[in-house]
């Protein structure tokens, strides 16, 4: 009997075994043919041309040039760098994908994913996933989990409009805002499917649960979430979301509301880091867990003091003494060198090499996540690398291009390193869209504004900087006062300026070079300054 065809699936990154070829063309198959496969015409061709030339043994050609071309039809002087179509589309696909598992095939024999980075698609049997992608259905996190990392259970939205046709906009919904929150790595997600609703919310070992539910009246559709902390059985947030019922606009309408959801639930500043923060506040950095030391950091970040600092600092070397395979520890503790160099801290040997190296590692261990890799893009602005900051953080924004978590760092890292217009229109984004958005997005501006000479405009983004215990604070205000000719107010700044920065006069022209990296604003700042009695040498 012949023998069938296999294709050697440890060739592919988190594959371990080998795979019938007949059997991967059934999943194909099976995936294309489901009505919860939501992809387009185009995404559908390039599925199938990445999975066909793989299975042709000819993965080593699947590039974006050879799919813009023979999938999407365009020319061959195709640049990826001028025409994004490629990987517009394959994030568009891997939402589809993981939408699709989700929903309907968690019981598949095979998965087939496209890792971020690549276009080349990896093959699994789907007891083989590794623990720490998200567990839909009725399995069980006890086992997978250990505790150091919170978990989430996502229920299936309720259907409260008495119009079972709209069941999709509450599935839809919930399998939304669990996709948005599995791309990053601070919440395990843990969704149910339809069926699974009887069992008990305890058995899944989850902290959180979402719960939600969508309603109809004569002009729209209502969706109000509430988010449960399950070891105290208490309600710790809630939200409302209206539109008007437009079913050509609810896919859109569910993704935007997953987004925000999901930033204001599981992002940095959300509810999630909130409650945590309080219960290990007063813990030493030698009794935390991996995601209370990157709390610590949060913390800082937040409320930026000398002993905020060295207990973010001692924090994450702990956690990286415990947890060393994490690559978003060593990227934060990038970020905390990149601070000393940059804001110019005492007592620290060669803190951009330091930041360099750790921000390298992290995005290496990391390179799916957005947030290792926009702080290698920081790290590399800093080192006025100014395109290759660019490029890792249009690398960011590719592994998601509508997330909120780190859209105002990736606005602020493009704008100053020169992208004008695309990075404003990140911020503005950014401040419009995830209510807790960070100062950056404002200092973009600013800097922006500087540059066009609207210091009107410029100054009223200063009032958005919360940050007094940063030098930038006062030295944004003083120079922008002062190029407005309103001295006596720029005055006041710069005394608080010396305060923070005594050796501001002599170090000034150092410290700004530091962030702005175009010499005529440089000049036009400390022109500002001189305006308000502060000479830079």
């Known amino acids: 009997m012949p023998q069938k065809e296999k294709i050697d699936a440890t060739?592919?990154?988190?594959s371990s075994i080998a795979l019938d070829k007949d059997k991967i063309q059934q999943q194909m198959q099976r995936i294309l043919d489901s009505p919860e496969f939501h992809a387009t015409k185009n995404q559908r061709a390039f599925f199938q041309f990445v999975v066909s030339e793989t299975l042709a043994e000819r993965s080593h050609e699947i590039k974006a040039y050879t799919v813009a071309t023979q999938v999407f039809c365009r020319k061959a002087d195709f640049d990826p760098n001028l025409d994004?179509?490629?990987?517009i589309q394959a994030n568009n696909l891997r939402r589809a994908l993981e939408r699709y598992y989700l929903v309907a095939g968690q019981n598949d024999?095979?998965?087939?994913d496209i890792p971020k980075g690549t276009y080349v698609p990896t093959f699994h049997q789907q007891g083989d996933i590794?623990?720490?992608?998200?567990?839909?259905?009725?399995?069980?996190?006890?086992?997978?989990?250990?505790?150091?990392?919170?978990t989430l259970l996502v229920r299936p939205f309720?259907?409260?409009?008495?119009?079972p046709g709209l069941n999709y906009i509450a599935i839809g919904l919930a399998t939304d805002l669990a996709t948005e929150i599995t791309q990053y790595q601070d919440i395990r997600v843990v969704l149910f499917s339809p069926d699974g609703q009887a069992r008990r919310v305890s058995d899944t070992g989850a902290r959180f649960a979402v719960h939600g539910s969508v309603r109809k009246d004569a002009s729209g559709i209502k969706v109000a979430i509430q988010l449960i902390d399950l070891s105290k059985n208490l309600q710790i947030w809630s939200d409302t979301y209206y539109s008007e019922f437009n079913s050509t606009q609810m896919i859109q309408f569910q993704e935007q509301v997953a987004q925000v959801i999901a930033a204001k639930i599981a992002g940095e500043y959300g509810v999630i880091a909130r409650t945590v923060s309080v219960e290990s506040k007063n813990l030493p950095p030698s009794k935390l867990k991996t995601y209370e030391a990157i709390l610590r950091f949060y913390e800082y970040d937040q409320t930026p003091t000398p002993e905020s600092f060295m207990r973010a600092m001692k924090s994450l070397e702990h956690a990286a003494n415990i947890e060393p395979d994490c690559g978003l520890v060593w990227s934060l503790l990038a970020r905390l060198y990149g601070m000393i160099y940059s804001l110019d801290f005492p007592g620290f040997e060669n803190p951009l090499e330091k930041a360099i190296d750790y921000a390298e590692k992290g995005a290496h261990m990391n390179p799916d996540n957005q947030r290792t890799v926009g702080i290698l893009a920081l790290i590399r602005f800093y080192s006025n690398e100014l395109s290759s900051a660019i490029e890792q953080v249009n690398r960011a924004l590719e592994l998601n291009p509508n997330s909120l978590f780190i859209l105002d760092g990736l606005a602020y890292i493009m704008t100053l390193s020169g992208e004008w217009e695309r990075g404003t229109a990140l911020a503005r984004k950014a401040i419009r869209l995830n209510p807790y958005h960070r100062p950056v997005a404002h200092q973009a501006l600013w800097v922006d504004y500087l540059r066009q000479e609207k210091y009107e405009r410029a100054y009223l983004e200063t009032m958005s900087r919360r940050r007094p215990a940063l030098f930038w604070y006062p030295l944004s205000k003083a120079a922008t006062l002062g190029l407005l000719g309103r001295y006596e107010e720029g005055e006041k700044f710069v005394k608080n300026l010396l305060e923070l920065k005594p050796d501001f006069p002599t170090r000034g022209r150092v410290l700004i070079g530091h962030y702005i990296k175009f010499e005529d604003i440089v000049e036009r700042l400390i022109t500002g300054l001189s305006k308000v009695g502060l000479k830079i040498e």
Do not use: L, Y
């Open 11 to 14: 060739s592919h990154k988190n």
């Open 109 to 112: 024999p095979v998965r087939i």
């Open 84 to 87: 994004p179509i490629v990987s």
């Open 130 to 150: 590794e623990s720490g992608r998200s567990v839909q259905g009725n399995e069980a996190v006890e086992s997978s989990f250990d505790g150091s990392w919170p």
């Open 158 to 163: 309720q259907n409260n409009t008495h119009d």
